[in-house]
T-cell receptor
Framework: GQNIDQPTEMTATEGAIVQINCTYQ??????LFWYQQHAGEAPTFLSY??LDGLEEKGRFSSFLSRSKGYSYLLLKELQMKDSASYLC??????????WGAGTKLIIKP | ETGVTQTPRHLVMGMTNKKSLKCEQH?????MYWYKQSAKKPLELMFV???????ENNSVPSRFSPECPNSSHLFLHLHTLQPEDSALYLC???????????????FGAGSRLTVL
């Protein structure tokens, strides 16, 4: 079967760096997405990786290793507003999105 | 208005009620989706419409009935629901391309449904 694994919850300190991991086993691969979802709000797109390597967007970076079935989202200079759930999703061979259960990130002052 | 708008934001209904969720997108996208989001579970795809035609129905019980009258509007009609149907129902849209994996979804804020 197809599966996406990510930690259920993580805690980090304001100003620090946190890495949220995502591992996947899917039928084919057409890219990996990260979305951010604040409580009670819509998920919003953060990043898309289809080739191996690191993509940087301001304080957020996303890394992909297709051979290892692995990605991470790196958040630097954490702010209280970064407290949210982070959803990992993979587009499979049929371009269907397979979703992880999300990682709830708690930022402490 | 811009983006994807869902109404109502909160809905409480009994098991014998009939209600509808509404989704509207102002992005000119050609595909719209209904997802179910339950606590600590992955998003579950329910239905997909592309150019008003249903292209995906993920074995959803018949007590959920979708309707897509045009490419901007999507409804989810609910009847005789069960308590386990309580969840956040998310609508999303995208511009589906030909063989591209990079179809970024734009989500609405969701309708929080509680079935008593």
């Amino acid at each position: 079967g197809q599966n996406i694994d990510q930690p259920t919850e993580m805690t980090a300190t304001e100003g620090a760096i946190v890495q949220i991991n995502c591992t996947y086993q899917t039928s084919g691969f057409n890219g990996l997405f990260w979305y951010q979802q604040h409580a009670g709000e819509a998920p919003t797109f953060l990043s898309y990786n289809v080739l191996d390597g690191l993509e940087e967007k301001g304080r957020f970076s996303s890394f992909l290793s297709r051979s290892k079935g692995y990605s991470y989202l790196l958040l630097k200079e954490l702010q209280m507003k970064d407290s949210a759930s982070y959803l990992c999703a993979v587009s499979d061979s049929n371009y269907q999105l397979i979703w992880g259960a999300g990682t709830k990130l708690i930022i402490k002052p | 208005e811009t983006g994807v708008t869902q109404t109502p934001r909160h809905l409480v209904m009994g098991m014998t009620n009939k209600k509808s969720l509404k989704c509207e997108q102002h992005l000119g996208h050609n595909a719209m989706y209904w997802y179910k989001q339950s606590a600590k579970k992955p998003l579950e795809l329910m239905f997909v419409y592309n150019f008003k035609e249903q292209t995906e129905n993920n074995s959803v019980p018949s007590r959920f009935s979708p309707e897509c009258p045009n490419s901007s509007h999507l409804f989810l009609h609910l009847h005789t629901l069960q308590p386990e149907d309580s969840a956040l129902y998310l609508c999303a849209s995208t511009q589906e391309g030909m063989g591209s994996g990079a179809n970024v979804l734009t989500f609405g804020a969701g309708s929080r449904l509680t079935v008593l």
